[in-house]
């Protein structure tokens, strides 16, 4: 049976099953053959007016019924159109953030006679070969000497062939007959197959440098020979799309390189809009929801936690997370037989939670699914946004101020409160709209969005605080500006009233730009027609202080530079994620690019960078550690290079560069200094006492300071003996109330440690504890923590060798409500700190690494947080083996855990434990 025959059979067992049709690349995988094959012997079938041809994309194809029309030119005209109009469509952000792309891919494939060659770039994952698939839609449309369906699309993996150069040529352009043993009979290649169409060379970069000499003369010239062929030369007229995950300045050969004239760059999800993210979830479960003929709900949180995902892998990567997801859910949904499969954040993986970078989201439709979630069905729309936020611009402090006061009742927040707590969430909500005030001039907004009245109103303010002020605002500030005085004239004008809940803050702390504005302010009211009350004043003033350009102070720059794939920008991921900001920049060498390659992509690197007070370089090895003065002569800029680049390090750099005002070489000390602290401590762990630059310390000398006599001193001597036995060989003076302590520590001639007493005698420096707290709770473990600076390591037992990530416990407080959505921030940080604390003594004989302690506090955070929502994880199929394999642990932590969580009120279930537990060391295993 020929191969047509085979087609032709398969049709019609599809015809009886009562199908509407199928489509090529069905055919091709339910027959095992090349779906360009497929479509040459549907074509010929269609042209023998045996089939049918439904829809456009993908073309149906089902036998021919009875009594159709053979003659529809204005139809197939009609499709031909729509298929070159919709060929992109199935792109999310071909209309948005990559528009760009698009239009150039489109260049590429109109341009006569066959297009133009065409290298797709970007990470993997991001979309090149879907990309490559719609620019072979398109082609169909342009391309008119053939039928669309004879238009071929041919794929091939350079990887597959890349360790072999005479394979890759017979494979790339086919073999004759005797060519080589075994070349019983001539073979087509690749180049073959692809004639009139398009070859897909997929991980291009895959080829080794002969192999992509071996294109030249089929690029240059359309030319190409078989192997084994030494006279003839074929004709080509095809069009090559390659693709490349890698950086071509090291992976291709320029000679190469420049044959290829037309580059398209795909950007990473991380660098999409938020709602492209969310309309690409939506696209895959709207595909799942098609594939299993169900709906498909999904909560806010899941949408919220995968739009937020920071995944490394990319679309293909979070492709395959939701399609996991999905599956798990669809357990639960055969199990209860429900009306649809609920996708929530039970179904979705523990690592994924690790890797969520949580967002300010200005735009409220997508807020409102984030809170309400979405029920998405086989042809469910993509997500549209509002057209104030196609322009980037989605302010409006009113509707932010209405939800966040509905939010707070419903939670039962007194009304005494509730003015603070929005007051902070609003200057918290214009920090991010500053964001996008301080990005590049780019944008713009057609003068039919807003008023011409409204654009000359907010131009003049600006002018005006230019003047006063002496400040430089840049278009984005007027676009915005503008916007809220149009949004505030509507307001006004439906009734509205206007509240401020920041405004006596923004009057003390502003009160030059307050007084500008409401001089103002009947000016204001005149030009807009309505009255601008104090309270609308103030959101005014708010765009003066925000969007002055140099608002964002400027730093010193900071980029991670190390060898290999990804491991300087996941580094930077992380420091950048715990500090808030996004400045930190990374550069990733290619382990083959050479070193002139190097400095000069450094070079453009550092100059981005700059912002006028030098830049330092944390590089992990190799040459680059005796480029500084190089690279200083080459950008001009006051370079530094600090080696041996750790999280740790890049961490301390990256907190001292945004919260100092320090010079280069003053900051690059410190650095150096935190960084030999860092490496002393790890040293002293193996070496102990052997350590020769570092005294061990003397006892601690504590001075018991009582107004009723020695023999009361005698007392807290003994509790604290016996209640602290650590703390047998210190030191205890006396004195009286009476006594002028000063005078006494002078002529004892003693540094004393600590003061515990009646009367705080305030002594700078050294720390006061009143007696009273001794009978206290917890009053006896303060003291143990103001005691264990005294002692080196393993002399203190039980204390828990933390006090030097104080910086970090503050650093990771600040950030701690990017984790934490509904319990107040300062009780789970300071539940943190005791379970790292405790977690640090039980499971890490009292010293942990940095990264050790900010991975343990933020799961703690996250898993309390959790547990809070009552989304806390479920108990996995190997907790009864941890729990019997590592039974003293996990009591351990149990109880640990439990200590905290109740401070909280919380409850956390085994299942958390579980998964807290396998982070963790192992102390006790039996068996």
């Known amino acids: 049976m020929t191969r047509i025959d085979r087609v032709m059979e398969l049709l019609v067992q599809q015809d009886k099953k009562g199908t509407d049709g199928i489509s090529a690349q069905q055919i091709a995988l339910e027959l095992g053959i090349h779906r360009s094959d497929a479509s040459a012997d549907l074509n010929k079938l269609f042209k023998q007016q045996r089939v049918d041809k439904i829809g456009v994309r993908p073309v149906l194809y089902r036998l021919k019924k009875a009594g159709a029309s053979l003659d529809k030119p204005a139809v197939e005209t009609e499709t031909e159109n729509s298929a070159v109009d919709s060929a992109f469509l199935g792109i999310v952000g071909y209309d948005g953030s990559i528009k760009a792309q698009i239009e150039l891919a489109k260049a590429a494939i109109i341009y006569p006679p066959h297009g133009l060659h065409t290298l797709i770039v970007g990470e993997s994952g991001v979309g090149k070969n879907l990309l490559a698939e719609s620019m072979w839609n398109y082609a169909k449309g342009y391309w008119q000497e053939k039928e669309p369906e004879e238009i071929p699309f041919v794929q091939f993996c350079c990887a597959d062939y890349a360790a072999n150069e005479q394979l890759l040529l017979a494979q790339l352009f086919g073999y004759v007959k005797g060519s080589f043993t075994g070349a019983a009979e001539d073979h087509e290649g690749v180049v073959d197959r692809a004639q009139g169409g398009i070859l897909f060379l997929d991980e291009i970069h895959r080829l080794p440098p002969a192999g992509q000499e071996l294109l030249f003369m089929l690029i240059d010239k359309g030319v190409y020979r078989r192997l084994g062929e030494t006279n003839k030369l074929r004709t080509s007229n095809l069009m090559i799309i390659g693709a490349t995950s890698e950086d071509i300045s090291s992976s291709l050969l320029m000679t190469f390189r420049r044959r290829i004239p037309?580059?398209?760059?795909?950007?990473?999800?991380?660098?999409?809009?938020?709602?492209?993210?969310?309309?690409?979830?939506?696209?895959?479960?709207r595909q799942e929801a098609a594939r299993l003929g169900i709906p498909i709900w999904v909560a806010g949180k899941a949408l919220e936690t995968f739009a937020n995902y920071n995944c490394a892998a990319n679309i293909g990567e979070l492709r395959n997370d939701v399609l996991l997801c999905c599956a798990k859910s669809y357990l639960e949904y055969s199990a209860k037989a429900g009306d649809c499969l609920k996708l929530d954040t039970k179904s979705i993986p523990e690592r994924i939670f690790a890797l969520v970078k949580r967002r300010t989201v200005l735009d409220d439709k997508i807020n409102r699914f984030f809170r309400d979630g979405m029920l998405i069905q086989a042809n469910s729309d993509p997500v549209k946004v509002a057209e104030e936020s196609a322009h980037g611009f989605h302010i409006?402090?009113?509707?932010?101020?209405?939800?966040?006061?509905?939010?707070?009742?419903?939670?039962?927040?007194?009304?005494?409160?509730?003015?603070?707590?929005?007051?902070?969430?609003?200057?918290?909500?214009?920090?991010?709209?500053?964001?996008?005030?301080?990005?590049?001039?780019?944008?713009?907004?057609?003068?039919?969005?807003?008023?011409?009245?409204?654009?000359?109103?907010?131009?003049?303010?600006?002018?005006?605080?230019?003047d006063r002020f002496g400040r430089t605002y840049g278009r984005n500030t007027l676009l915005a500006l503008a916007w809220h005085m149009q949004q505030f004239k509507k307001r006004i004008d439906s009734g509205y009233v206007i509240y401020n809940p920041n405004l006596e803050q923004i009057r003390?702390?502003?009160?030059?730009?307050?007084?500008?504005?409401?001089?103002?302010?009947?000016?204001?009211?005149?030009?807009?027609?309505?009255?601008?009350?104090?309270?609308?004043?103030?959101?005014?003033?708010?765009?003066?202080?925000?969007?002055?350009e140099d608002y964002a102070k400027a730093h010193i720059g900071l980029v991670i530079v190390a060898h290999g794939r990804g491991i300087a920008r996941n580094m930077a991921e992380v420091i950048n994620n715990l500090l808030g900001t996004d400045c930190i920049k990374a550069y990733d060498i290619p382990l083959n690019r050479s070193n002139v390659?190097?400095?000069?992509?450094?070079?453009?690197?550092?100059?981005?960078?700059?912002?006028?007070?030098?830049?330092?370089?944390?590089?992990?090895?190799?040459?680059?550690?005796?480029?500084?003065?190089?690279?200083?002569?080459?950008?001009?800029?006051?370079?530094?290079?600090?080696?041996?680049?750790?999280?740790?390090?890049?961490?301390?750099?990256?907190?001292?560069?945004?919260?100092?005002?320090?010079?280069?070489?003053?900051?690059?000390?410190?650095?150096?200094?935190?960084?030999?602290?860092?490496?002393?401590t790890i040293r002293q762990r193996h070496e102990g006492s052997e350590w020769p630059q570092k005294e061990k310390k003397e006892p601690p000398n504590i001075l018991l300071v009582c107004a009723t006599g020695q023999g009361v001193a005698e007392k807290i001597k003994e509790i604290l003996l016996e209640e602290i036995p650590e703390i047998k060989n210190a030191r205890f003076t006396m004195a009286g109330a009476m006594v002028d302590i000063d005078q006494f520590i002078t002529r004892a001639g003693e540094r004393f440690d600590l003061i515990i007493g009646s009367i705080n005698p305030q002594v700078e420096h050294v720390p006061f504890i009143p007696v009273s707290e001794i009978f206290e709770h917890g009053g006896i473990n303060r003291i143990k923590t103001f005691l264990r600076t005294a002692y080196e390591d393993g002399e203190m037992p039980g204390a828990?060798?933390?006090?030097?990530?104080?910086?970090?416990?503050?650093?990771?407080?600040?950030?701690?409500?990017?984790?934490?959505?509904?319990?107040?921030?300062?009780?789970?940080?300071?539940?943190?700190?005791?379970?790292?604390?405790?977690?640090?003594?039980?499971?890490?004989?009292?010293?942990?690494?940095?990264?050790?302690?900010?991975?343990?506090?933020?799961?703690?955070?996250?898993?309390?947080?959790?547990?809070?929502?009552?989304?806390?994880?479920?108990?996995?199929?190997?907790?009864?083996?941890?729990?019997?394999?590592?039974?003293?642990?996990?009591?351990?932590?149990?109880?640990?855990?439990?200590?905290?969580?109740?401070?909280?009120?919380?409850?956390?279930?085994?299942?958390?434990?579980?998964?807290?537990?396998?982070?963790?060391?192992?102390?006790?295993?039996?068996?």
């Open 597 to 680: 390659q190097t400095i000069e992509k450094l070079r453009q690197v550092i100059q981005e960078t700059d912002e006028g007070l030098g830049v330092i370089l944390l590089v992990d090895m190799g040459f680059l550690v005796t480029m500084e003065d190089t690279l200083c002569q080459k950008t001009g800029i006051q370079v530094r290079i600090i080696p041996n680049v750790t999280t740790a390090l890049a961490l301390e750099a990256g907190r001292r560069l945004f919260t100092t005002a320090e010079s280069l070489d003053e900051a690059v000390k410190a650095i150096y200094n935190a960084y030999d602290e860092y490496v002393m």
């Open 262 to 285: 037309v580059q398209i760059s795909l950007p990473r999800i991380s660098e999409r809009p938020i709602h492209e993210r969310v309309n690409i979830i939506v696209h895959f479960v």
């Open 396 to 466: 409006d402090f009113y509707k932010y101020i209405d939800r966040k006061i509905a939010q707070y009742r419903q939670i039962g927040v007194a009304e005494q409160d509730m003015a603070e707590k929005v007051g902070v969430d609003l200057e918290k909500y214009f920090c991010s709209v500053a964001q996008v005030l301080r990005k590049s001039e780019s944008s713009d907004i057609p003068a039919s969005i807003i008023e011409e009245i409204v654009w000359e109103t907010a131009d003049e303010l600006l002018k005006a605080a230019t």
């Open 800 to 927: 828990v060798k933390v006090g030097k990530y104080s910086d970090t416990y503050k650093l990771l407080e600040t950030q701690l409500s990017k984790f934490v959505k509904a319990l107040p921030v300062n009780k789970v940080a300071h539940c943190c700190i005791e379970l790292v604390d405790a977690i640090a003594e039980q499971f890490f004989a009292g010293v942990m690494e940095e990264d050790c302690v900010v991975r343990t506090y933020l799961h703690a955070a996250c898993m309390f947080d959790r547990v809070h929502a009552k989304e806390a994880l479920q108990e996995p199929v190997w907790s009864l083996k941890i729990q019997q394999e590592r039974e003293r642990d996990f009591k351990c932590l149990q109880q640990i855990v439990a200590a905290c969580g109740a401070k909280l009120v919380l409850d956390v279930p085994v299942g958390e434990i579980c998964y807290f537990l396998g982070s963790l060391p192992v102390l006790d295993k039996k068996g």
């Open 508 to 548: 003390a702390n502003h009160k030059d730009a307050f007084a500008l504005v409401a001089a103002y302010k009947e000016k204001i009211s005149a030009c807009l027609g309505v009255t601008v009350s104090d309270d609308e004043i103030g959101f005014m003033v708010m765009f003066l202080i925000h969007g002055v």
